[in-house]
């Protein structure tokens, strides 16, 4: 798939690419942050497709949806949002943050598993520690929800779907994080909830070779393979 595109806002709440024309006021740290998700390539096994950014929870912000697929066939899907506020914010304790959403549907049984909240955090967590990222002050919640049919929809079986929303504070190194690093993590976090297996790498910048690691971490904990989302 070609190299990942988005939009970002700034503070006219308007949205933009960042091929030039856009407020000569963007910091250049969130300017080379959405460069490099901009330039990301995805793990072999995700579709990246852009989606409007919100306008609301920072001065800047730039927001990349994507799915992890098996053939035609949509296992997991997601929303990563990056935000910036220069001026920094005392819950990021930082001035990046990034913001997920991840959501799969699961088998019943998969889904009765008591510890499946706790494995389903680990899963975030491994991924970016298995890439050897830094991040303070992470925090989210993973949530099951089940739907059993009557009437008319009596015939469709039961169905659970596992979601986790999440946010941290990517470590900020000379002009900014590491936005593809953290990408790619998040790419292996999707795919692990879709019960793919463990990918050669995750996305780099184009024309590089990258510098993470390109597997899971041995701790993560692995479910077995579950249907896709079936939601709007």
């Known amino acids: 798939m070609a190299a990942a595109q988005g939009q970002f806002s700034d503070h006219s709440n308007g949205t933009g690419g960042t091929d030039g024309g856009e407020d000569d006021c963007v910091p250049s740290a969130f300017r080379s942050a959405v460069d490099a998700l901009r330039t990301a390539r995805p793990r072999p096994g995700v579709e990246i497709d852009p989606t409007p950014p919100p306008k609301r ?102 169905a659970t779907q596992i979601e986790i929303r999440a946010s941290w504070t990517p470590r900020e190194s000379l002009g900014g994080p590491d936005a593809a690093a953290h990408l790619g993590a998040w790419c292996d976090l999707l795919c692990q909830v879709a019960g793919l297996p463990p990918g050669a790498g995750g996305p780099q910048n184009a024309g590089t070779t990258g510098s993470t690691g390109d597997t899971m971490g041995a701790g993560v904990v692995s479910l077995p393979q579950r249907r896709g989302p079936q939601v709007s």
């Open 57 to 158: 929870l920072a001065p800047y912000a730039y927001a990349l949806e994507a799915a992890a697929v098996d053939g035609d066939d949509d296992l997991a899907d997601g929303r990563l949002i990056l935000l910036h506020d220069p001026a920094g914010h005392d819950a990021w304790q930082g001035t990046f943050r990034l913001v997920t959403l991840v959501r799969a549907e699961l088998e019943p049984e998969m889904a009765a598993d008591p510890l499946l909240p706790e494995v389903c955090w680990s899963w975030l967590t491994g991924a970016l520690e298995a890439r050897g990222l830094s991040y303070e002050e992470a925090s989210g919640t993973v949530t099951r929800a089940g739907s059993h049919y009557f009437g008319g929809l009596a015939e469709r079986r039961p």
